[in-house]
């Protein structure tokens, strides 16, 4: 009695041990369901959109300027930002508000990307914080679950200006 009650536990254990690192892979490498908050990504994304970020593409190098991408927070390692690539490394990229007269660039250094909300009044992004490692990025944002009259592929950045191709 005592053998098969624990044959039948450890058989559990192993079982939910093996979910739990396809669980586990899932989700690192392939992606997962993500709901953003706050109001830098208006209009493209409002507060409490709910998203499907994939993982692959910072994997496998393949992050591209316009993608949205959910980012470590280089202000605050326990939570998670939505912005937009603006600039890549070796990109010039203006680093200057969009209400200053006079306008400031710079390269992006080698490893990092330079990120952006699309509400540039309203978001504290790489104009404040500067650069982002790219080990810092967690996902690329491809597709708007929720709200359901909104679902389908991310529209391009109200921005598109600030990219620079110099």
């Known amino acids: 009695m005592l053998r098969n009650a624990l044959g039948k536990t450890f058989r559990f254990l192993g079982y939910t041990v ?3 690192c396809i669980a586990h892979c899932a989700f690192e490498y392939l992606g ?3 709901v953003c908050s706050g109001p830098s990504m208006e209009p493209t994304i409002q507060n409490s959109d709910v998203v499907f970020s994939e993982n692959l593409s910072r994997h496998f190098y393949c992050i591209r300027k316009g993608d ?18 603006i600039g890549l490394e070796g990109d010039k990229v203006c680093t200057s508000n969009p209400s200053d007269f006079l306008k ?9 990307v330079w990120l952006e909300g699309d509400n540039l009044r309203n978001s504290t992004d790489s104009r404040c914080y500067g650069p982002v490692p790219y080990g810092l990025i967690r996902g690329r944002i491809c597709l708007k ?4 009259n909104d679902f389908g592929f991310l529209r391009a950045s109200p921005n598109g200006h600030r990219f620079l191709d110099d």
């Open 145 to 148: 679950i929720w709200p359901l």
């Open 68 to 85: 949205i991408v959910i980012v470590k927070s280089p202000n605050d390692p326990k939570s998670n930002i939505c912005k937009r690539v």
């Open 32 to 34: 997962g369901i993500v």
């Open 18 to 20: 093996q979910y739990g």
């Open 104 to 112: 400031s660039h710079s390269y992006v250094p080698e490893g990092h």
